[in-house]
């Protein structure tokens, strides 16, 4: 059993085959699909997914930094209501906050803006007592100082997409955070291999960012989650252990930090 903790699904990249491609993921072994949500206009789609597969696939709640502009303070206002309204008297409709995090790649207009939607995703995810599921792009320390600054012991989440220098791998675990891993992990000189070869699997996690960032060797298609297999067997080889090592504790991993009971 695998467990993608991170897939945006509901893209009209999916339009065409959802069904069949979700069919293809449970026929390679994926058993649960985390969804992170990117902003206001993401949110319907998100919830007819999982109205179609509420057995497989699971929401989170949160703004993507690169949909962090002008409009960021009602964005937020919005997908909080969602958040609460969702999680509300034992509910428990989302079981993450995300994604969120910093992007320094394509703009930094809004930086300080990225910044303060972080922390106040940050302070939903200790009030609500959800993980939180964080996007870093060339922002790493950045993102980790904020961490540190909120950590009391209380914040659980994921490195969506890690990768960083071996400080980073150290920051992450003292801070008792997980890293996520995807398609960068097959990838020729991406380095994500030698980072990661001697990190416990108890810190790690797997995941798709379906539809980007397919694996070798589907590098530069679609990217799906039955595809996440080849990241699974790249990690068995890169950690010299079987596929099946590698399943049992990302799952695990997974569906602790998520709180999914699987009966
Ligand atoms: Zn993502």
Same mark, same amino acid.
């Given at each position: 059993m695998?467990?993608d903790?991170?897939a945006?699904?509901?893209?009209k990249?999916?339009?065409?085959?959802r /069904?069949?491609m979700?069919?293809?993921?449970?026929? +390679? %072994?994926i058993?649960?699909?985390?969804l992170?949500?990117i902003? $206001?206009q993401?949110?319907?789609g998100m919830?007819e997914?999982?109205e179609?597969?509420?057995?497989?696939?699971?929401?989170?709640?949160?703004?993507h930094?690169c949909s962090?502009k002008?409009?960021y303070e009602?964005?937020?206002d919005?997908?909080e209501a969602?958040?609460?309204?969702?999680? /509300?008297d034992?509910e428990?409709r989302?079981?993450? +906050? %995300?994604?969120?995090?910093l992007?320094y790649?394509?703009?930094? $207009?809004?930086k300080s803006?990225?910044?303060?939607?972080?922390?106040?995703?940050?302070?939903?995810a200790k009030d609500l007592d959800?993980?939180?599921?964080?996007?870093?792009?060339?922002?790493m320390?950045d993102?980790?100082?904020e961490?540190?600054?909120a950590?009391?012991?209380?914040?659980?989440g994921?490195?969506?997409?890690?990768s960083?220098?071996q400080?980073?791998?150290e920051q992450?675990?003292?801070l008792?955070?997980?890293?996520?891993l995807g398609?960068v992990l097959?990838?020729?000189?991406?380095g994500?291999?030698?980072l990661?070869?001697n990190?416990?699997?108890?810190?790690l996690?797997?995941?798709t960012?379906?539809?980007?960032?397919?694996?070798?060797?589907y590098?530069?298609?679609?990217?799906?989650t039955a595809?996440?297999?080849?990241v699974?067997?790249r990690l068995?080889?890169v950690k010299g252990?079987?596929?099946a090592?590698v399943a049992?504790?990302?799952?695990k991993?997974?569906?602790d930090?998520f709180?999914?009971?699987?009966?």
């Amino acid at each position: 059993m695998l467990v993608d903790t991170h897939a945006h699904l509901y893209a009209k990249q999916f339009d065409e085959d959802r /069904q069949l491609m979700l069919d293809r993921a449970v026929s +390679v %072994g994926i058993e649960k699909i985390f969804l992170p949500n990117i902003d $206001t206009q993401s949110i319907a789609g998100m919830y007819e997914l999982v109205e179609l597969r509420p057995d497989l696939c699971y929401p989170m709640m949160g703004l993507h930094p690169c949909s962090v502009k002008e409009n960021y303070e009602q964005e937020l206002d919005t997908i909080e209501a969602h958040l609460r309204s969702g999680n /509300q008297d034992g509910e428990r409709r989302f079981c993450a +906050v %995300g994604e969120c995090g910093l992007d320094y790649h394509w703009d930094l $207009t809004f930086k300080s803006q990225q910044i303060k939607a972080l922390r106040r995703q940050i302070e939903w995810a200790k009030d609500l007592d959800l993980p939180i599921v964080l996007h870093c792009r060339e922002s790493m320390d950045d993102v980790i100082r904020e961490i540190q600054k909120a950590q009391d012991g209380s914040l659980k989440g994921i490195f969506h997409c890690f990768s960083g220098t071996q400080k980073h791998v150290e920051q992450v675990i003292e801070l008792g955070f997980l890293m996520g891993l995807g398609g960068v992990l097959t990838f020729k000189k991406s380095g994500v291999d030698e980072l990661v070869k001697n990190v416990a699997l108890k810190h790690l996690v797997l995941e798709t960012d379906a539809p980007y960032l397919a694996p070798t060797p589907y590098r530069g298609k679609r990217n799906e989650t039955a595809y996440m297999v080849k990241v699974a067997e790249r990690l068995a080889e890169v950690k010299g252990i079987t596929v099946a090592e590698v399943a049992e504790a990302t799952t695990k991993n997974a569906l602790d930090l998520f709180r999914i009971d699987v009966v």
